[in-house]
């Protein structure tokens, strides 16, 4: 059936604005965070708060995981932040809305499911992230401005996308024409997109550690970005957002490269052949389970398994970028010429 | 993180033991070998050891995807190798260029999984005795567990306890009587994380023995057949190329024949992708079994018992048709070519005519499926869809050197032959269909179309339905030993009158249901923690609460 090019030309077109909705995001997510005060509050004294039912006050430098931690924590915002707060949800919502229709509209003009090439991948990433942002936005509210991190990164992917990967509406080739497409390009792409969010709390760990370690010590942080540890959430709420994170994303990744090897023993007459695609999903996958390995072993948990954690969204990204587009195998369906 | 001895116990500080993979510690023996073995046994399987064979593994990965890998493209490792002379062998000697079969990488997977080993027995004797032995002691001081509450209950603490057992379904729990009168119930749940915890490990090494079975026992034979030619039964020799497992010998591959393809047909979008490929093809099964007819599509290979039959590739044969000087005409005569630009399948080949005809007689050169010119005035190909088929061939007459007895491709003449003289450039033509090229010695060869090909392959692999169950073990596991919180509820309750060891929440009114009939009264202190990453357990926790405390347990109307 041929490509209708009305609908591929809408879809292009909402795909720019859930960018440029993501953009606005990312803008009021900033606002929330420069009027945010928690952070001078943070700045000048560890927090004393009240952890656990009827339990003995501590002194606790980072720990903001309980509830009450995270209602006391919005009750001291100020309202300027609290509007751009919900103004950067909003956006953020709408974005996703814009950019699920886009891909919908993708589908619709070429008669398939829409992630074939490499935008219509890296799409479905960026939305992948989104949701899973807003799924961790459900169960921690009180990291909401923490979005701005996280859209930076789907920005400058979406961005990538529709420039340097973009693909125009094509149908695919036989290989591609398979179910399993929705299987298992579905199920990667989601496992990505959380990853991604995992890899975003874990860098933010790292600065709120070492701003944390600095205050310990009595020092006062001056490089950034160290000194963005004062307005970040403590160390055990974004390592364990990092960690729930990939371990909800993970059994998801795994049942993705099992669904691709179920794929390329019809395809291509063998469930697995050390393709450079399948060789680096093999190398993701493995250092994932080391991380969530490493978080179980004395002496690597904390800092040592945050490394893990960023080598494993490192190689994922090697994969995507360097795997695609420079080295070739039977997995090139990238759409570059 | 450290509790303190005054710091509440908080769900992030128990340990997150239910991942670890390190067994429980041994005694150690004194001296000599066996503490020797006994202690690089325990190295080996600790979860550090664990930890920097996974990081090995992924490492030793690496090469292995960006280094030619003879396995996927033996021509790719020799240009490789040739371009890169000085260290290129002494990669090639280390294995660099088949990475996954060398003994390096074999080491790494092996380690790992007798490291793996190593921990699941142990924990596998561990999670048995656990789930049959009772929940452990009710500890004194609930209020300092990560969760805590309390309330008053109507009737004597045998009887809340009874009563509260009752409402805890789901929780193995044990009652316990206290010196004091204080009866205890003490709960857990969340078993399910480390048996899906060992069935993951356990299945990962079913994967490994499936994996093995394929790589010793399978094999992969692949042909190329073309149309309307007869094709090949399941044996070594027959196959342009076979792989086989380390254990196969080549004999007694299972009984099947292709007796032909029938019909390769490539179905196009209006603009021009590929659509899909099917090659109708007769084969027969079994000791002489009766001829059958299939489609062998991309993604729909032909599954019979214990062999696969996929497509995976196409092309054309040009036809010609030689007439000699003396008037004989050799219908027929045709080759296959192989595509050189796989978009518009501009393919490259060889047409050998060594038999009833001296000098030998070959044509060398390009077909093109739609053929169209270039701006240098070439012939060049504009589709890869069959439309106006043309060839542009170099003609040479001479020895070609066959009967030589050293290898020669079908797909190009030998150009030591050439270069030697034996055999002589005569012509060269661009012909579409229908038109012929005359040689000097009055020879006229007519171009007559194509026929298309396809390469089938056949394979073999005992390991590879263990491999999918393990698979699918391993994702269940996986959801099991994530999802899964393993908890602990402590109920300590007692009698109403006995002295306030508990920090007793006193504001709390008195349920109805405690006045309205039994004298007794008890006091019920709850405590929980999750024992693996706390999740939403303050959830769960309220919720038992609630159910807990809902109604009075004894009513005496
Ligand atoms: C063992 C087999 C396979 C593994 C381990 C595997 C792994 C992956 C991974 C990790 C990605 C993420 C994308 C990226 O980083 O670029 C991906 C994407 C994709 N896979 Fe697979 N895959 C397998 C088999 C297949 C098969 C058989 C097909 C189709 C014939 C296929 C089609 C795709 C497509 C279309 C994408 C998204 C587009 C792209 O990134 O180019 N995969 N796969």
């Known amino acids: ?337 | 993180m450290s509790a303190g001895p005054d710091t509440p116990v908080r769900a992030g500080d128990v340990e997150p033991s239910e991942l670890s993979t390190q067994p429980a510690p041994v005694r150690s023996w004194r001296g000599g070998p066996v503490a020797f073995a006994r202690n690089s046994w325990r190295r080996l399987t600790s979860m550090r050891t664990a930890l920097v064979l996974l990081f090995l593994l992924a490492l030793a990965s690496v090469p292995g995807s960006l280094l030619p890998q003879r396995p996927l493209n033996p021509a790719k490792v020799d240009a490789y190798i040739a371009d890169h002379p000085g260290w290129s062998r002494i990669l090639d000697k280390a294995g660099f260029f088949d990475v996954f079969a060398t003994p390096w990488f074999a080491a790494t997977y092996l380690l790992l999984f007798v490291s793996l080993i190593g921990c699941v027995v142990p924990r596998l004797r561990q999670h048995a005795a656990a789930m049959l032995s009772a929940p452990p002691v009710v500890p004194r001081r609930l209020e300092r567990l990560s969760s805590s509450a309390s309330f008053p209950a109507a009737g004597a603490p045998a009887e809340v306890a009874a009563d509260a057992v009752r409402r805890l379904r789901g929780w193995k729990t044990v009652t316990r009587t206290e010196d004091d009168g204080v009866v205890t119930v003490a709960a857990e749940r969340g078993y399910l994380r480390e048996t899906g915890n060992l069935i993951f490990h356990a299945a990962l090494l079913v994967l490994l023995v499936g994996v093995a079975a394929g790589k010793l026992w399978g094999y992969q034979g692949t042909v190329l057949l073309t149309e309307t030619q007869p094709g090949i039964c399941n044996a070594v020799p027959l196959y342009d190329s076979f792989r086989p497992g380390k254990l196969v010998n080549g004999s007694g591959l299972a009984p099947f024949c292709i007796d032909s393809l029938d019909k390769f047909t490539a179905d196009y979008d209006p603009n021009g992708t590929p659509s899909q490929f099917r090659a109708d093809i007769t084969y027969s099964e079994g000791e002489n079994g009766a001829p059958q007819k299939d489609t062998l599509r991309v993604n729909h290979p032909l599954r019979l018992e214990g062999i696969r039959v996929y497509l995976v590739g196409h092309g054309f044969a040009p036809i010609f048709t030689v007439t000699r000087p003396d008037g004989t005409v050799l219908k027929d005569i045709s080759a296959p070519f192989l595509p050189v630009v796989p978009s518009t399948l501009l393919s490259e080949g060889a047409v050998k005519l060594l038999d009833g005809v001296t000098p030998q007689l070959a044509l060398y050169g390009t077909f093109a499926p739609f053929a169209g010119v270039d701006a240098n005035g070439n012939m060049t190909s504009l589709s890869p869809q069959p439309g106006n088929p043309g060839v542009a061939v170099v003609v040479y007459q001479g020895d070609l050197g066959v009967d030589s007895g050293a290898p020669q491709s079908v797909y190009s003449i030998d150009q030591r032959q050439v270069a030697s003289g034996a055999l002589k450039e005569v012509a060269s033509a661009q012909l579409t269909r229908g038109k012929s090229v005359k040689l000097a010695d009055g020879t006229q060869i007519t171009f007559e179309g194509s026929r298309e090909w396809a390469t089938i392959q056949v394979n073999h692999d005992p390991g590879q339905t263990v491999v999918l169950g393990a698979a699918v073990a391993i994702v269940l596991g996986l959801l099991l030993s994530l999802a899964v919180r393993r908890r602990r509820l402590f109920l300590r309750i007692r009698p109403e009158d006995s002295p306030d060891r508990e920090s007793v929440d006193n504001s709390e009114p008195v349920d109805g249901g405690a006045q309205a009939g039994s004298d007794a009264r008890s006091v019920v202190a709850v405590g929980g923690l999750a024992r693996t990453d706390a999740g939403s357990f303050e959830t769960e926790f309220a919720r038992v609460v609630e159910r807990l405390r809902d109604s009075p347990p004894v009513r005496k109307d």
């Open chain 1, 1 to 337: 059936m041929p490509v209708n090019a009305g609908l591929a030309t809408l879809s292009d077109h909402m795909f720019t604005w859930s960018i440029i909705l993501y953009s606005v995001a990312l803008i009021a997510y900033c606002g929330e965070y420069a009027f945010g005060r928690r952070g001078k509050v943070a700045a000048t004294s560890p927090e004393r708060e009240l952890v656990g039912a009827g339990g003995p006050s501590v002194i606790k430098v980072g720990s903001m995981s309980g509830a009450k931690a995270g209602g006391s924590d919005r009750s001291r915002r100020a309202p300027q932040a609290q509007r751009f707060g919900r103004l950067a949800v909003a956006a953020t919502v709408a974005g996703l809305a814009v950019q699920l229709t886009s891909l919908a509209l993708r589908g619709a003009a070429t008669h398939r499911w829409p992630w074939g090439n490499m935008y219509e991948f890296a799409s479905v990433v960026g939305a992948a992230a989104v949701i899973a942002y807003l799924v961790v936005l459900v169960r921690l509210p009180q990291v909401r401005y923490l979005g701005m991190f996280l859209l930076f990164p789907v920005v400058v992917l979406l961005f990538l996308a529709g420039t340097v990967l973009y693909a125009p509406a094509e149908p695919l080739v036989p290989a591609l024409r398979s179910y399993w497409i929705a299987i298992h390009v579905t199920t990667i792409s989601i496992g990505t997109g959380i990853f991604m969010v995992s890899f975003v709390a874990t860098l933010l760990y790292l600065v709120r550690r070492r701003w944390e370690l600095a205050v310990e010590a009595g020092r006062t942080p001056t490089r950034f970005p160290v000194t963005l540890g004062s307005r970040l959430p403590g160390t055990d709420i974004l390592d364990r957002m990092a960690y729930r994170t990939v371990a909800f994303g993970f059994p998801i990744y795994t049942f993705g490269i099992i669904a691709g090897a179920i794929w390329a023993e019809a395809a291509w007459g063998r469930y697995w052949g050390w393709d450079p695609k399948e060789t680096w999903a093999f190398i993701t996958w493995v250092v994932y389970a080391a991380y969530l390995h490493a978080r179980a072993t004395a002496g690597w948990r904390g800092t040592a398994a945050a490394r893990v954690n960023m080598v494993a969204f490192a190689t994922m990204i090697f994969n995507f970028f360097v795997i695609n587009m420079v080295v070739s195998g039977l997995h090139s369906y990238a759409g570059l010429t």
